[in-house]
């Protein structure tokens, strides 16, 4: 009895534990993470190709959904040592200030995880151009 009330709670626990800490890998073999909410925008998180901090992306609307994803416009943001900053600064959905930053469109190829997601990226005021897919990493596949 105590037996499969255990495994009872183990499984109703599950698909809460299968929502943290969603993984994307990028052909770089970096990782893109789903690392918390700021009300209804989520952030994930990336190692950028140049600096030591990690980069951002910061996705209205898509905060605390794990089911019936679509498209989402964001932005992303770097530390100013990864690259050329922009003319203007940029203050993201926690209050920090960046001045490396553009915007991000985040389209998930399926409703739920796991599922690929196309990004695309522009600099600063530039349009989204620059193009990269992730793939959903599970298991043992997680850095």
């Given at each position: ?25 990028l ?51 770097e ?21 490396r ?28 151009k ?14």
């Amino acid at each position: 009895m105590l037996r499969s009330l255990a495994l009872a709670a183990l499984l109703a626990a599950a698909p809460l534990a299968a929502h943290a800490d969603e993984v994307w890998a990028l052909p770089s073999g970096n990782q893109i993470v789903y690392e918390r909410d700021a009300g209804a925008t989520a952030i994930l998180s990336y190692k950028p190709e140049g600096g030591l901090e990690p980069g951002y992306i910061f996705v209205p609307g898509l905060g605390g959904y794990f089911s019936g994803r679509g498209a989402y416009q964001g932005y992303w943001v770097e530390a100013a040592d990864a690259g050329p900053v922009c003319a203007a600064s940029l203050v993201d959905a926690e209050g920090k200030t960046w001045q490396r930053w553009g915007v991000a469109e985040v389209k998930f190829q399926k409703p739920d995880f796991p599922s690929k997601i196309a990004l695309k990226r522009g600099d600063c005021f530039g349009p989204a151009k620059q193009k990269i897919s992730a793939q959903p990493v599970v298991g043992a596949g997680i850095q």
